[in-house]
């Protein structure tokens, strides 16, 4: 694992993905040399096909969409190693606009990283210093309107479900890894 953290921080500082939703592509650029290991959990996680027909279980207007557990409550979901892992907070990369990919945690609590995320909908500066920013929507803004825009219940769960129906990995490192 510490090798491939090197070989990602060391050979690629960026790389994307491919959010394919129900309502449209998203494609982010990933912080792959500022958030080695926030993103080989994400890229393995997609690579498995984890994330694969997940929904986004939490959606808040002017806030967030939230998606990554595979039991669509919000309380479930783990790491690609099977446990929590430590925040990678670094102080340039921030929750400064809009299409911020960053981890969620536990309520809050520092280095309880899984598998679930969010992408904001606008800066949220509360959440610098809270959660591990580790990438940005680069495509796909259109489809980010239409998720801000989807209707939600009272606690912010869209009454339609927003799918994530797989993830395309543009040049895996994870793949090259195993192969060298």
Not at 38 to 44: I, P, S, V
Request: net charge positive; with cysteine; proline share 3%.
């Amino acid at each position: 694992s510490y090798s491939f953290c090197t070989l990602l921080a060391g050979r690629i500082g960026t790389m994307s993905v491919t959010l394919h939703t129900s309502l449209g592509d998203i494609k982010a650029e990933l912080h792959c040399g500022d958030c080695p290991k926030t993103c080989e959990n994400f890229l393995a996680l997609a690579a498995s096909d984890y994330y694969n027909g997940t929904k986004f279980h939490r959606c808040l207007k002017n806030f967030m969409i939230q998606g990554g557990d595979p039991t669509g409550t919000g309380k479930g979901g783990t790491s690609c190693w099977g446990s929590y892992f430590k925040d990678e907070i670094r102080q340039h990369l921030r929750h400064n606009s809009r299409g911020v990919l960053s981890m969620a945690n536990r309520k809050g609590e520092a280095n309880t990283n899984g598998s679930q995320f969010f992408i904001t909908f606008s800066k949220q500066p509360h959440l610098n210093d809270v959660n591990t920013v580790f990438g940005k929507v680069i495509h796909g803004f259109e489809t980010l309107d239409k998720m801000e825009k989807a209707q939600t219940d009272a606690k912010g769960r869209p009454t339609r479900e927003i799918l994530i129906k797989d993830v395309t990995i543009h040049a895996n490192p994870i793949a090259e890894a195993q192969a060298s």
